[in-house]
């Protein structure tokens, strides 16, 4: 089969490898029926992902069937149509009880799939801990609809639920990138006072504005007085930063209110500077990234009664013998794509 495969780092090429096999009773093989492209492939590429495996089949957002199942799996038998999530976890461990599943301490806890074990840019994946990793999809579900639930989705929603969000707070999400826009769906099913959305790219501010017409926009030069003038408290109550990019950390935290909660969802490049001087008496709190992806059941059903729609962020389609063609789309931001799923 054809697997995306990262060689070292800058380079990613499509190599021919056997079909994974069962190897633990717990593990599943899955034939991928769609994957996409996340950012985090991209860390990886660049070669910031230190984790990361050179010869690993990348990808780690994917919808697809099982094919074979070992003992030990119950939760899905094959046939299923699945969602695969982006953390393995065990479901048993001290962090997995408490639903910290991103910290779960089995030797294959935590994002695996296309980092340190193959993933899913590929026609079949060994999937470990499967009884945790896969949701079945209900039949009035597509896979475009459920291609983000494993990875971006189950961020967003994440971001959303441990912000503390109430109906009485302004909201600024920056960042209106795939993640950003997942984020804004899960807050949206909140229902705060007001969302505002902070981008730079004027394409992905139109794009928020189209789909999502009742979200206040702004950009990052006009965010402070624009976050001051439409807030109740001299700021955000809460802040979700999703954008990684230089300089939006301080932007996130400057924009908020005194108590208020900013939510760090970002992954970046580089260490940020937390000035704890400029920022004493602000009394902030502060909650770091890492989803934990363990509500995909629950994002599932929210899709099925169509109270979630990520289908137009579903921009591109290429076969996966054309997924180089993908990645330059995507990587250079050009053509308008938001996300792209490859078939
Ligand atoms: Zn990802
Ligand atoms: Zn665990």
Redesign the pocket.
């Known amino acids: 089969m054809l697997a995306y495969t990262y060689i070292e780092k800058g380079k990613f090429a499509l190599v021919e490898k056997p079909k994974p096999v069962l190897v633990e009773p717990t593990d599943a093989i899955v034939r991928v029926t769609m994957s996409s492209i996340c950012t985090s492939d991209l860390h990886i590429k660049h070669g910031s992902v230190p984790r990361a495996v050179p010869g690993i089949t990348v990808g780690h957002e994917m919808v697809g069937v099982v094919e074979e199942v070992g003992p030990d799996v119950t939760c899905v038998k094959p046939g299923d149509r699945v969602t695969v999530n982006v953390e393995t976890?065990?479901?048993?461990?001290f962090?997995?009880q408490r639903g910290y599943?991103n910290n779960?301490?089995?030797p294959n806890?935590g994002w695996a799939l296309g980092c340190r074990i193959d993933g899913g840019q590929t026609e079949y994946v060994r999937v470990p801990l499967a009884n945790h990793g896969l949701n079945r999809i209900p039949d009035s579900v597509s896979d475009e609809q459920a291609l983000l639930v494993g990875d971006v989705l189950a961020t967003g929603f994440w971001a959303a639920r441990i912000s503390e969000i109430s109906q009485e707070d302004t909201v600024l999400i920056i960042g209106a990138g795939p993640t950003g826009i997942c984020t804004l769906l899960c807050v949206i099913l909140k229902r705060p006072k007001k969302i505002i959305v902070c981008e730079k790219s004027e394409e992905r501010r139109r794009f928020v504005q189209k789909h999502y017409p009742e979200v206040l926009l702004t950009t990052p030069e006009e965010c402070k007085d624009f976050v001051l003038r439409h807030s109740d408290h001299g700021g955000a109550d809460r802040v979700l930063e999703v954008a990684g990019a230089d300089e939006t950390f301080r932007l996130a935290w400057e924009c908020a209110r005194p108590n208020a909660v900013v939510t760090v969802v970002a992954l970046y490049d580089r260490p940020q500077i937390l000035p704890l001087p400029e920022m004493y008496g602000k009394n902030l709190t502060f909650k770091t990234g890492g989803v934990d992806g363990c509500d995909c059941e629950e994002v599932l059903r929210l899709i099925e009664e169509g109270r979630i729609d990520t289908t137009p962020l579903i921009t591109h389609r290429f076969p996966l013998s054309e997924i180089e063609e993908a990645y330059r789309i995507f990587e250079n931001k050009l053509d308008g794509v938001i996300k792209v799923a490859i078939i």
């Open positions: 976890f065990c479901g048993e461990c962090f997995c599943v779960c301490t089995d806890g």
